[in-house]
């Protein structure tokens, strides 16, 4: 960081720590160590240090609102975290408007002209000198191309990347200080969301980045003519500028609609949202009425990608767990999915969790479809996660997010609609793919490779175990159990059980090397010593479940 970087850099932190000042929160600029960058007269007043009673959410929302550019993107972010945040901080970041004056023409066409390296009337049969949409990072103006094509040219804010640049330096330092210094908050972890928020920023300010989103969600939704999504036109668009079709329609409010056009725009809206999620797997995850319009001829419009979702692999099944659990009312396969997910920390009782799960979903099980509502479905979870201190991955709470806010829309155009009803044709299509025989050798066929990477890595796993005890570390082992006799056949019957998973293990390692040699005769497509391995696998894995059982049931006697 050059000298005059640092020193931007250190007015900002002095900006930021007299706002929270300004709005009686001195407490925690005493607790952060930071007095040294207050104003002197600041300084002066010892009463300024005590923590205010009243308004916390109020107060944090009007610095961040003061502060402008990247702490508004920070509350933006937060608000989407209610599994991080009581409901009333996310109610109130939520308010933030990223609203700023414009940046001159003269400085818009200076930017277009050096990405584009030609004259803006080369590029632009007209350019609108006034912009439709002013924020932090940037503008956007209409335009037509020289091919005639109406266009929205998005324009990034001169000097942004070092503006925000400089933000996320201190918002880094300020987590620190305070997963430090405040006992209070440690559990949200905060240097983690100050890199979450670092990740998105850095993103957003790349618009090559948001245009490889669009050009993706466009291409996804072409089977659906009805549903209009952004078209980049990529030979003038750059990492600062984003070049896409202008697009044209009302607001939900602005237009007259019948009863049967409202409901089959719910439903619309609702399949699309679903397919987004759980067939394409990246999704808008802020589809507020603001950011979708409908057309005269009644297609629906989705603007604004500014933040979009996408399901990671390792997540796809654990959604779709999910959601059948859901439609169908299963509590036991909905904590297995949310367990799967990877929301529990390890050191939370995971029965208890279980148990506290269950009682919060109880009023749903069983339930009419009809009476479910996501956003008081995903209210308990968040409060649920609240209370064990648990971090949801990110991409997951937009997830929920997404389909509590469409949910929420879809009942504003068509107050009948009910996103648990119009999933249900999903969930038996779901249901109907597991059941398929490609499925199943997929998934024989995965569980084959992770056995033998588990086997692979054993001895690597054993020798750094050794090691670890060579070097004299202490390696404590609590036993419970002061039968010594009892405790020597229990490690007689796991040696066995271990002896017998390695067999088992070589056992679909052979199985699935089979498959894929593809060794002939086969049957249905799948060779016959494959099948034949099979039906011993099948039989070994009832044997030793009825081994197990056994042993329970002579414990208990």
């Known amino acids: 960081m050059g000298v005059m970087q640092a020193l931007k850099g250190l007015n900002r932190l002095k900006q930021i720590v007299n706002l929270l000042f300004k709005e009686e929160l001195g407490y925690v600029i005493a607790k952060l160590k930071l007095t040294s960058h207050l104003e002197i007269k600041n300084k002066l007043n010892p009463i300024e240090f005590k923590k205010p009673i009243t308004s916390l959410p109020q107060r944090l929302r009007r610095v961040m609102e003061k502060a402008g550019g990247g702490m508004i993107k920070l509350g933006q972010l937060l608000s989407l975290r209610s599994d991080l945040l009581p409901q009333e901080y996310c109610d109130e970041f939520s308010k933030l408007q990223d609203e700023i004056k414009p940046f001159s023409y003269n400085q818009v066409k200076q930017i277009i002209e050096q990405e584009l390296k ?30 005639g094509e109406l266009v929205a040219v998005k324009v990034q804010r001169p000097h942004v990347q070092k503006v925000f640049g400089t933000d996320i330096e201190i918002l880094n330092y300020l987590a620190k200080l305070a997963h430090k210094h405040i006992k209070e908050i440690r559990s949200f972890n905060l240097p983690r969301i100050a890199k979450v928020f670092e990740d998105y920023t850095r993103k957003e300010l790349d618009y090559k980045h948001e245009a490889k989103t669009l050009e ?136 208890r969790f279980k ?17 479910i509502k996501m956003q008081d479905f995903f209210g308990d979870i968040f409060e649920l996660a609240r209370k064990y201190k648990l971090q949801f991955p990110t991409n997951f709470v937009l997830l929920l997010k997404c389909l509590a806010t469409g949910e929420g829309f879809a009942r504003q155009i068509y107050p009948e609609s009910n996103f648990v009803t119009l999933a249900t044709p999903h ?36 020798r750094t175990i050794t090691n670890i005890i060579k070097r004299g570390a202490n390696v404590k082992v609590d036993i419970d159990n002061k039968d010594v006799n009892e405790l020597t056949h229990e490690i007689g019957t796991s040696s066995n059980r271990i002896t017998f998973g390695f067999i088992m293990a070589g056992l679909i390692i052979g199985f699935a090397l089979i498959v894929l040699a593809g060794v002939e005769p086969k049957i249905y497509g799948v060779p016959y010593l494959a099948l034949l391995l099979l039906i011993i696998i099948v039989i070994l894995s009832l044997f030793l479940g009825i081994s197990i059982m056994w042993e329970q049931k002579g414990g208990e006697e």
């Open 118 to 147: 030609q004259p803006i009337n080369k590029t632009f049969k007209q350019f609108e000198k006034t912009p439709i949409a002013a924020a932090s990072v940037g503008q956007v103006h209409k335009a037509t191309l020289q091919s």
């Open 355 to 371: 148990e506290d799960l269950f009682q919060r979903l109880g009023p749903y099980h069983g339930a009419s479809l009809k009476s």
């Open 427 to 462: 969930v038996e299509e779901l249901k109907k793919k597991r059941r398929s025989f490609k499925h199943i050798k997929g998934e024989i066929k995965r569980s084959a490779w992770a056995a033998s990477r588990s086997i692979k890595r054993f001895p690597e796993d054993l």
């Open 216 to 351: 993706l969600i466009y291409q996804r939704n072409k089977k659906e003519p009805r549903v209009i999504t952004p078209k980049v036109f990529w030979a003038q668009t750059t990492s600062k500028i984003l070049v896409m079709n202008f697009l044209q329609g009302k607001k939900l409010d602005e237009i007259k609609l019948t009863n049967s056009e409202r409901k089959n725009l719910a439903t619309l809206f609702t399949t699309n949202l679903i397919e987004q999620v759980f067939i394409y797997h990246i999704f808008h995850a802020d589809p507020h009425p603001g950011n979708i319009l409908i057309t005269k001829d009644k297609k629906l419009v989705f603007l604004d990608f500014g933040i979009v979702g996408r399901i990671s692999p390792d997540m796809v099944e654990p959604i779709e767990d999910m959601l059948i659990g859901l439609v169908h009312g299963d509590l036991n396969l909905l904590t297995r999915s949310f367990i799967d997910i990877g929301i529990v920390d390890v050191e939370i009782d995971e029965k």
